[in-house]
Structures are given as structure tokens and as C-alpha cells.
């Protein structure tokens, strides 16, 4: 890509993704590309579709995540590193209003830009899922789908405005569920008010 195409690209990423966090994933892409100070060629021709405009703003996002499960796999605490994780996950969606239904449709569909992204990262998180099963801190009646749908719900709760304030109290009734009660009763033995989870889920050295 040349210098002068690679700063539009740049530069429409950003102006993406603020208004993305401010209007949601239904933002016109012809007010991108107005407040980016582009035509609306030069969006498409970097952006063909609104998908590969959100892959491209969520694919460091669930890379990020994916990394970070396969660092947690390490931790000695597979319920807290579990639980962590799925909060980190709520949170990217959070981030973009409406992106869920695009991350839903990506799962199912090998040609959304999305896809790959979303594979991956509902793998990563399954691993965590499964570590802690094996060791009876998980129920074991769920799987990566689920955990996946959970994340999806999750992060449609944050969008509600009605439902918002309580998105911290649901998170964690979700969270108490998919634990078992060896798994809740390890979290509640190991943190505090002054040693929250991310404190006792660091990968091993």
C-alpha cells in the first residue's frame, strides 16, 4: 500500500471507530467518510463492505483477545482466569453498540470478513471454558457456544439503555452460573476488595 493510501486507511479507521462508539454499527458510512473529509469511493474502494469496515476495526480487538485466553491458560486459577476473560470479551463489545449481530451472523457465515476473527476468539475463550471444567470450576454443561452467546448477551444488555446500570450486577449473575460451586467458593477464598481477580490470574513466568 502507498504512504499517501496507507494514512487514508488510517485515518478512516479512526474516524470509524469514534463514530462507531458514538453512534453504533448502523453509522452511515457516508458520514464516515464526510467527517473523515474523503470521498465516499475512497472509503469503499479501502472498505468494500460495512463488514470489512468492522473487521478491520475488530480484528486487533479479538486478536487481543485470543492472545490474552492463551496467556490465562497458564494461570494457576482456571475459574478466575475464566471469569476475567469473559469480562474482557463483554467489554470489546461494549465498546461498539450494535456490533453483536454482526459478530452472530460472522460465526455462521465462513465469508463474512468476521469470521475468521470470531472463530478464533470463541476457540480461545472454549480453551478457558474446558480448563476449567477439568478441574470442577466450570459447570459442565456448557460449551464454547454457549460461552460465546453468553458474551453475545452480555454486551446486548450494555446497549439497552433501560438495562445498561444493571450490566455489572447481570455480568456477575452470568458469571456465578457458569461456575460450580467449588469454582465460586475458589474466587471468593482467593480475592478481596483489595485484590481484584485480574490481580491472581497473571500467566506463569
Request: net charge neutral; glycine share 6%; hydrophobic share 50%.
Amino acid at each position: 500500500m502507498r504512504a499517501d493510501a496507507r494514512k487514508n486507511y488510517d485515518h478512516l479507521l479512526v474516524i470509524a471507530r469514534d463514530a462507531v462508539m458514538a453512534q453504533g454499527a448502523e453509522v452511515s458510512l457516508r458520514e464516515i467518510a464526510r467527517k473523515a473529509g474523503v470521498g465516499l469511493g475512497t472509503l469503499y474502494r479501502h472498505f468494500p463492505t460495512r463488514e470489512a469496515l468492522f473487521e478491520a476495526l475488530l480484528r486487533a480487538r479479538f486478536d487481543e483477545l485470543t492472545i490474552r485466553a492463551r496467556d490465562l491458560e497458564t494461570a494457576d486459577a482456571s475459574a478466575q482466569a475464566l471469569v476475567f476473560w469473559l469480562r474482557e470479551a463483554v467489554a470489546v463489545t461494549q465498546n461498539y453498540s450494535g456490533v453483536i449481530a454482526l459478530m452472530v451472523a460472522a460465526i455462521a457465515e465462513p465469508d463474512s470478513a468476521l469470521h475468521a476473527s470470531c472463530v478464533a476468539m470463541r476457540a480461545a475463550g472454549t480453551q478457558l471454558l474446558v480448563r476449567a471444567q477439568a478441574a470442577n470450576m466450570a459447570r459442565a454443561d456448557i460449551d464454547g457456544t454457549d460461552l460465546f452467546g453468553l458474551v453475545g448477551a452480555l454486551g446486548w444488555i450494555g446497549d439497552q439503555p433501560v438495562l445498561a446500570p444493571r450490566a455489572k450486577h447481570l455480568f456477575d449473575v452470568i458469571a456465578d452460573a457458569i461456575l460450580t460451586d467449588q469454582g465460586r467458593g475458589n474466587i471468593r477464598a482467593q480475592t478481596s476488595p483489595s485484590q481484584p481477580v485480574e490481580n491472581i490470574v497473571k500467566p506463569e513466568a
